[in-house]
Protein backbone atom coordinates (compact mmCIF):
# COMPACT_ATOMS: atom_id res chain seq x y z
CA UNK A 1 0.00 0.00 0.00
CA UNK A 2 2.97 2.37 -0.24
CA UNK A 3 1.89 5.32 -2.16
CA UNK A 4 5.22 7.34 -3.62
CA UNK A 5 3.90 10.91 -3.22
CA UNK A 6 6.13 12.47 -5.62
CA UNK A 7 4.83 10.37 -8.19
CA UNK A 8 2.67 12.77 -9.35
CA UNK A 9 5.21 15.02 -10.61
CA UNK A 10 6.51 12.71 -12.71
CA UNK A 11 6.85 13.75 -16.69
CA UNK A 12 5.96 11.34 -19.15
CA UNK A 13 6.24 11.52 -22.94
CA UNK A 14 3.02 11.40 -24.86
CA UNK A 15 3.03 10.54 -28.70
CA UNK A 16 6.89 9.80 -30.38
CA UNK A 17 10.08 10.88 -29.38
CA UNK A 18 11.47 13.67 -31.05
CA UNK A 19 15.00 14.87 -31.25
CA UNK A 20 16.00 18.06 -31.86
CA UNK A 21 20.29 19.19 -31.86
CA UNK A 22 20.57 16.70 -29.39
CA UNK A 23 18.19 17.66 -26.85
CA UNK A 24 15.22 15.29 -26.07
CA UNK A 25 12.01 17.54 -26.86
CA UNK A 26 9.09 15.49 -27.45
CA UNK A 27 5.69 16.09 -25.98
CA UNK A 28 5.25 15.66 -22.83
CA UNK A 29 2.23 15.70 -20.32
CA UNK A 30 4.15 18.74 -18.67
CA UNK A 31 3.86 20.79 -22.53
CA UNK A 32 0.39 19.47 -23.04
CA UNK A 33 -1.09 21.22 -19.54
CA UNK A 34 1.02 24.01 -20.44
CA UNK A 35 -1.07 24.24 -23.35
CA UNK A 36 -4.12 23.45 -21.70
CA UNK A 37 -3.38 26.68 -19.54
CA UNK A 38 -2.56 28.96 -22.38
CA UNK A 39 -5.73 27.94 -24.23
CA UNK A 40 -7.71 27.93 -21.25
CA UNK A 41 -6.65 31.92 -20.33
CA UNK A 42 -6.95 33.13 -23.67
CA UNK A 43 -10.61 31.14 -24.00
CA UNK A 44 -11.41 33.39 -20.94
CA UNK A 45 -10.45 36.87 -22.11
CA UNK A 46 -11.35 36.19 -25.80
CA UNK A 47 -14.80 35.12 -24.33
CA UNK A 48 -15.15 37.91 -21.85
CA UNK A 49 -14.41 40.47 -23.89
CA UNK A 50 -15.92 39.21 -27.42
CA UNK A 51 -19.38 40.78 -27.20
CA UNK A 52 -18.54 43.85 -24.95
CA UNK A 53 -21.82 45.83 -23.14
CA UNK A 54 -22.45 48.77 -21.16
CA UNK A 55 -23.96 46.54 -18.15
CA UNK A 56 -20.99 43.70 -18.48
CA UNK A 57 -21.98 39.61 -18.37
CA UNK A 58 -20.88 38.18 -15.62
CA UNK A 59 -17.79 36.92 -17.37
CA UNK A 60 -17.36 39.96 -18.87
CA UNK A 61 -16.81 41.79 -15.34
CA UNK A 62 -14.73 39.43 -14.54
CA UNK A 63 -12.48 39.85 -16.99
CA UNK A 64 -12.55 43.77 -16.19
CA UNK A 65 -12.32 43.14 -12.48
CA UNK A 66 -9.08 40.57 -13.41
CA UNK A 67 -7.67 43.54 -15.99
CA UNK A 68 -7.98 46.51 -13.19
CA UNK A 69 -6.63 44.28 -10.33
CA UNK A 70 -3.52 44.13 -12.09
CA UNK A 71 -3.56 47.55 -13.32
CA UNK A 72 -3.82 48.46 -9.80
CA UNK A 73 -0.91 46.33 -8.50
CA UNK A 74 1.37 47.91 -11.10
CA UNK A 75 0.34 51.08 -10.39
CA UNK A 76 0.78 51.16 -6.72
CA UNK A 77 4.27 48.99 -7.05
CA UNK A 78 5.68 50.18 -9.97
CA UNK A 79 4.20 54.07 -10.32
CA UNK A 80 1.98 55.19 -13.45
CA UNK A 81 5.05 54.63 -16.12
CA UNK A 82 5.45 51.26 -15.26
CA UNK A 83 2.05 50.73 -17.09
CA UNK A 84 3.99 49.96 -19.93
CA UNK A 85 4.50 46.53 -18.61
CA UNK A 86 1.05 45.29 -17.89
CA UNK A 87 1.12 43.16 -20.63
CA UNK A 88 4.31 41.28 -19.66
CA UNK A 89 3.05 41.53 -15.83
CA UNK A 90 -0.65 40.50 -16.91
CA UNK A 91 0.79 37.36 -18.95
CA UNK A 92 2.69 36.13 -16.10
CA UNK A 93 0.19 36.45 -13.28
CA UNK A 94 -2.40 34.64 -15.53
CA UNK A 95 -0.14 31.93 -16.62
CA UNK A 96 0.95 31.09 -12.75
CA UNK A 97 -2.41 31.80 -11.60
CA UNK A 98 -4.17 29.21 -13.93
CA UNK A 99 -1.77 26.33 -13.89
CA UNK A 100 -1.97 26.39 -10.22
CA UNK A 101 -5.34 26.64 -10.28
CA UNK A 102 -5.51 23.90 -12.43
CA UNK A 103 -3.16 21.85 -10.63
CA UNK A 104 -5.45 21.98 -7.95
CA UNK A 105 -8.02 19.95 -9.80
CA UNK A 106 -7.62 16.02 -9.00
CA UNK A 107 -5.53 14.23 -11.28
CA UNK A 108 -4.23 17.14 -12.96
CA UNK A 109 -0.51 17.80 -13.91
CA UNK A 110 0.98 21.08 -12.06
CA UNK A 111 3.17 22.91 -14.61
CA UNK A 112 4.19 25.20 -12.05
CA UNK A 113 5.41 22.21 -9.90
CA UNK A 114 8.69 22.25 -12.11
CA UNK A 115 11.40 23.99 -10.96
CA UNK A 116 12.56 24.62 -14.92
CA UNK A 117 9.10 25.97 -15.31
CA UNK A 118 9.31 28.38 -12.30
CA UNK A 119 13.46 29.26 -12.95
CA UNK A 120 12.70 30.22 -16.31
CA UNK A 121 9.77 32.70 -15.74
CA UNK A 122 12.64 34.00 -13.24
CA UNK A 123 15.11 34.36 -15.60
CA UNK A 124 12.48 36.30 -18.34
CA UNK A 125 11.64 38.65 -15.34
CA UNK A 126 15.14 39.59 -13.97
CA UNK A 127 16.79 39.49 -17.42
CA UNK A 128 13.68 42.05 -18.24
CA UNK A 129 14.54 43.69 -15.47
CA UNK A 130 18.56 44.37 -16.21
CA UNK A 131 17.33 45.28 -19.75
CA UNK A 132 15.17 47.63 -18.98
CA UNK A 133 17.55 49.54 -16.57
CA UNK A 134 20.26 50.08 -18.85
CA UNK A 135 18.32 50.83 -21.77
CA UNK A 136 17.06 53.29 -19.16
CA UNK A 137 19.75 54.31 -17.22
CA UNK A 138 22.82 53.53 -18.99
CA UNK A 139 25.72 52.49 -17.18
CA UNK A 140 24.20 54.43 -14.37
CA UNK A 141 22.03 51.40 -13.19
CA UNK A 142 24.60 50.21 -11.31
CA UNK A 143 24.15 52.77 -9.21
CA UNK A 144 21.06 50.32 -8.14
CA UNK A 145 24.13 48.56 -6.07
CA UNK A 146 25.85 51.97 -4.58
CA UNK A 147 23.24 52.66 -1.62
CA UNK A 148 23.48 56.16 -0.08
CA UNK A 149 25.84 55.68 3.29
CA UNK A 150 29.28 57.05 4.42
CA UNK A 151 32.66 55.57 2.44
CA UNK A 152 33.78 52.80 5.26
CA UNK A 153 30.40 51.17 4.78
CA UNK A 154 29.29 51.33 1.40
CA UNK A 155 32.07 48.78 -0.10
CA UNK A 156 30.47 46.57 2.52
CA UNK A 157 26.65 47.38 0.97
CA UNK A 158 27.87 46.98 -2.98
CA UNK A 159 28.93 43.28 -1.82
CA UNK A 160 25.60 42.51 -0.16
CA UNK A 161 23.45 44.43 -2.50
CA UNK A 162 24.83 42.16 -5.78
CA UNK A 163 24.67 39.31 -3.45
CA UNK A 164 20.91 40.20 -2.82
CA UNK A 165 20.30 40.85 -6.50
CA UNK A 166 21.53 37.27 -7.90
CA UNK A 167 19.86 35.55 -4.76
CA UNK A 168 16.14 36.92 -6.15
CA UNK A 169 17.39 34.40 -9.07
CA UNK A 170 16.76 31.30 -6.33
CA UNK A 171 14.42 33.34 -3.84
CA UNK A 172 11.87 34.26 -6.42
CA UNK A 173 11.67 30.71 -8.49
CA UNK A 174 12.12 28.36 -5.43
CA UNK A 175 9.15 30.08 -3.81
CA UNK A 176 6.53 29.80 -6.53
CA UNK A 177 8.22 25.69 -6.80
CA UNK A 178 8.47 25.01 -3.33
CA UNK A 179 4.77 25.80 -2.62
CA UNK A 180 2.93 23.92 -5.43
CA UNK A 181 5.56 20.93 -4.52
CA UNK A 182 4.90 20.88 -0.84
CA UNK A 183 0.76 21.35 -1.31
CA UNK A 184 0.45 18.62 -3.68
CA UNK A 185 2.92 16.57 -1.21
CA UNK A 186 1.09 17.56 1.83
CA UNK A 187 -2.26 15.96 -0.02
CA UNK A 188 -1.35 12.97 -1.44
CA UNK A 189 0.22 11.84 1.77
CA UNK A 190 -3.23 12.78 3.29
CA UNK A 191 -4.61 11.07 0.48
CA UNK A 192 -2.36 7.85 1.44
CA UNK A 193 -3.52 7.56 4.91
CA UNK A 194 -7.39 7.71 3.96
CA UNK A 195 -6.15 4.23 1.50
CA UNK A 196 -4.15 2.94 4.36
CA UNK A 197 -7.04 3.43 7.01
CA UNK A 198 -9.65 2.09 4.60
CA UNK A 199 -7.36 -1.07 3.68
CA UNK A 200 -7.05 -1.51 7.74
CA UNK A 201 -10.08 -3.66 8.66
CA UNK A 202 -13.56 -3.00 10.14
CA UNK A 203 -12.36 -1.53 13.49
CA UNK A 204 -10.05 1.54 11.89
CA UNK A 205 -11.95 2.27 8.65
CA UNK A 206 -14.40 4.77 10.14
CA UNK A 207 -11.09 6.82 11.27
CA UNK A 208 -10.57 7.28 7.48
CA UNK A 209 -12.48 10.26 7.77
CA UNK A 210 -10.50 12.44 9.73
CA UNK A 211 -7.92 12.38 6.84
CA UNK A 212 -10.09 13.14 4.79
CA UNK A 213 -11.49 16.30 6.37
CA UNK A 214 -7.81 17.22 6.19
CA UNK A 215 -7.76 16.58 2.77
CA UNK A 216 -10.68 18.94 2.77
CA UNK A 217 -9.07 22.29 4.70
CA UNK A 218 -5.37 21.29 3.02
CA UNK A 219 -7.08 21.69 -0.19
CA UNK A 220 -9.19 24.89 0.80
CA UNK A 221 -5.49 26.12 2.02
CA UNK A 222 -4.18 25.24 -1.37
CA UNK A 223 -6.76 27.85 -3.45
CA UNK A 224 -5.42 30.21 -1.04
CA UNK A 225 -1.78 29.15 -1.84
CA UNK A 226 -2.72 29.16 -5.45
CA UNK A 227 -3.84 32.74 -5.75
CA UNK A 228 -1.50 34.04 -3.44
CA UNK A 229 1.87 32.75 -4.92
CA UNK A 230 0.88 33.76 -8.42
CA UNK A 231 0.54 37.45 -6.49
CA UNK A 232 3.46 37.53 -5.27
CA UNK A 233 5.13 36.49 -8.27
CA UNK A 234 3.00 39.35 -9.91
CA UNK A 235 3.44 41.72 -6.77
CA UNK A 236 7.22 40.88 -7.03
CA UNK A 237 8.02 41.50 -10.88
CA UNK A 238 6.62 44.84 -10.36
CA UNK A 239 8.85 45.49 -7.20
CA UNK A 240 11.66 44.46 -9.47
CA UNK A 241 10.50 46.56 -12.08
CA UNK A 242 10.24 49.90 -10.17
CA UNK A 243 13.79 49.23 -9.23
CA UNK A 244 14.74 49.09 -12.89
CA UNK A 245 12.71 51.83 -13.63
CA UNK A 246 13.33 54.43 -10.65
CA UNK A 247 16.32 53.56 -9.45
CA UNK A 248 16.08 54.21 -5.64
CA UNK A 249 12.62 54.21 -5.29
CA UNK A 250 11.57 57.63 -6.10
CA UNK A 251 8.15 57.18 -7.73
CA UNK A 252 4.58 58.33 -7.13
CA UNK B 1 22.61 1.69 5.40
CA UNK B 2 24.84 3.87 6.71
CA UNK B 3 24.72 6.95 4.40
CA UNK B 4 20.93 6.55 4.09
CA UNK B 5 20.53 7.07 7.93
CA UNK B 6 22.35 9.86 8.07
CA UNK B 7 20.18 11.11 4.72
CA UNK B 8 17.08 10.22 6.83
CA UNK B 9 18.33 12.54 10.12
CA UNK B 10 19.64 15.11 7.90
CA UNK B 11 15.93 15.71 6.43
CA UNK B 12 14.25 15.39 9.46
CA UNK B 13 16.95 18.44 10.68
CA UNK B 14 16.10 20.28 8.04
CA UNK B 15 12.57 20.58 9.19
CA UNK B 16 13.66 22.42 12.06
CA UNK B 17 13.30 25.44 9.17
CA UNK B 18 9.40 25.09 9.83
CA UNK B 19 10.03 26.72 13.54
CA UNK B 20 11.54 29.65 11.94
CA UNK B 21 8.39 30.21 9.29
CA UNK B 22 5.57 29.69 12.02
CA UNK B 23 7.50 32.37 14.14
CA UNK B 24 7.51 34.64 11.26
CA UNK B 25 3.65 34.00 10.06
CA UNK B 26 2.35 34.72 13.61
CA UNK B 27 4.65 37.58 13.87
CA UNK B 28 3.43 39.23 10.14
CA UNK B 29 -0.27 38.28 11.25
CA UNK B 30 0.02 39.11 14.79
CA UNK B 31 1.03 42.46 14.50
CA UNK B 32 -0.84 43.14 11.37
CA UNK B 33 -3.58 42.75 13.60
CA UNK B 34 -2.61 44.67 16.34
CA UNK B 35 -2.15 47.93 14.06
CA UNK B 36 -5.69 46.89 12.01
CA UNK B 37 -7.25 47.16 15.97
CA UNK B 38 -5.28 50.50 16.52
CA UNK B 39 -6.54 52.28 13.21
CA UNK B 40 -9.23 50.09 11.76
CA UNK B 41 -9.65 52.55 8.88
CA UNK B 42 -6.05 52.12 7.54
CA UNK B 43 -6.24 47.97 7.67
CA UNK B 44 -7.50 47.45 4.38
CA UNK B 45 -5.22 49.76 2.43
CA UNK B 46 -2.13 47.02 3.83
CA UNK B 47 -3.72 43.84 3.22
CA UNK B 48 -0.99 43.75 0.06
CA UNK B 49 1.60 44.11 2.80
CA UNK B 50 0.20 41.69 5.30
CA UNK B 51 -0.11 38.87 2.19
CA UNK B 52 3.10 39.70 0.52
CA UNK B 53 4.63 39.67 4.04
CA UNK B 54 2.94 36.06 5.19
CA UNK B 55 3.81 34.45 1.60
CA UNK B 56 7.62 35.41 2.28
CA UNK B 57 7.72 33.81 5.99
CA UNK B 58 6.07 30.90 4.20
CA UNK B 59 8.71 30.78 1.73
CA UNK B 60 11.62 30.57 3.81
CA UNK B 61 9.73 27.71 5.64
CA UNK B 62 9.53 26.00 2.05
CA UNK B 63 13.39 26.10 1.54
CA UNK B 64 13.93 23.92 4.22
CA UNK B 65 11.53 21.16 2.31
CA UNK B 66 13.66 22.14 -0.67
CA UNK B 67 16.63 21.30 0.84
CA UNK B 68 15.02 17.92 3.05
CA UNK B 69 14.31 17.25 -0.48
CA UNK B 70 18.03 17.45 -2.03
CA UNK B 71 19.54 15.58 0.74
CA UNK B 72 16.86 12.30 0.19
CA UNK B 73 17.30 12.22 -3.52
CA UNK B 74 20.23 12.91 -4.50
Known amino acids: MAINPMEQFEIHRIGPPLHLFGYDVSFTNQSLFMCIVVALVTLFFALGVSRPKLVPSRLQSMAEVSYEFVANMIKSAAGNDGLVFFPFVFSIFFFILFSNFLGLIPGAFTVTSQIIVTFSLTVLVLGTVVVVGFAKHGIGFLMLFVPKAPWYIVWLLVIIEVISFLSRLVSLSVRLFANMLAGHTMLQVFASFVIALGAAGAILKPLAIAPMLMILFVGALEMLVAFLQAYVFAVLTCIYLNEALHLHGEHH | ?74
Open chain 2, 1 to 74: MELQAAKMIGAGLACIALAGAGNGIGIVFGNYLSGALRNPAAASSQTTNLLLGFALCEATGLYGLVIALIILFT
